[in-house]
């Protein structure tokens, strides 16, 4: 059974960073696209970054370009999201979500993913 888990919200200062983790079980990541996803109170749930199987294939929404890297280490089975220089818009909860494929494509559209975790929340202000 896949399983995903978010970790590593919390409270940040504008121009700060963290980082998120989504540590999956039942599959394996190296074998299958992963994604992040934000929603804000009100707002429809946004892609803003994903990896590709191979890890060489990433994508990122315009907002976070610049700012937002997705990374894995397969050897844990985590894929995370750097975040840096965030600002108060980045303010969510944050989700990760895979599905099984291989290659080098991957995708921010909600639709395409199988499995999603249950959320962290990121609340960016002074």
């Known amino acids: 059974q896949m399983h995903l888990v978010e970790s590593g919200g919390g409270l940040v200062q504008p121009g700060g960073s963290l980082t998120l983790s989504c540590e999956a079980s039942?599959?394996?990541?190296?074998?299958?696209?992963t994604g992040w996803f934000r929603q804000s109170p009100g707002k429809s749930r946004e892609g803003i970054s994903c990896?590709?199987?191979?890890?060489?294939?990433?994508n990122y929404a315009d907002s976070v370009q610049g700012r937002f890297t997705i990374t894995r280490d397969n050897a844990k089975n985590i894929v995370y999201l750097h975040m840096r220089n965030v600002k108060p818009e980045d303010t969510a909860e944050y989700y990760c979500?895979?599905?099984?494929?291989?290659?080098?494509?991957?995708?921010?559209?909600?639709?395409?993913?199988?499995?999603w975790g249950q959320g962290t929340q990121v609340t960016v202000a002074s």
């Open positions: 979500a895979a599905v099984r494929s291989f290659g080098n494509r991957c995708y921010l559209q909600e639709s395409n993913y199988e499995t």
């Open positions: 039942g599959f394996t990541l190296g074998r299958a696209v």
């Open positions: 990896l590709s199987p191979s890890g060489s294939g990433t």
